[in-house]
């Protein structure tokens, strides 16, 4: 395997992994919208959003446009 599919492998892995921390959260303390679309400092779903985006951009960085 070569190191891009490892590393794509890595990512996928911790994504889920991250999905699942995600969905037991919820099980356990309800979902709230207020929180998820303001998330206070420091909470669950602040942090959860900033791994997933630091993960999501990893995978997929952005486009650049040459001009």
Do not use: C, H
Request: hydrophobic share 30%; no cysteine.
């Amino acid at each position: 395997m070569d190191a891009v599919s490892q590393e794509s492998n890595e990512l996928s892995a911790k994504r889920i992994a991250l999905q699942n921390t995600f969905k037991e959260y919820n099980e356990k303390n309800g979902f709230s919208y207020e929180e998820w679309v303001n998330p206070p400092a420091g909470s669950f779903y602040e942090g959860y959003k900033k791994e997933l985006d630091e993960i999501n951009d990893q995978m997929a960085p952005p486009l650049t446009y040459q001009s």
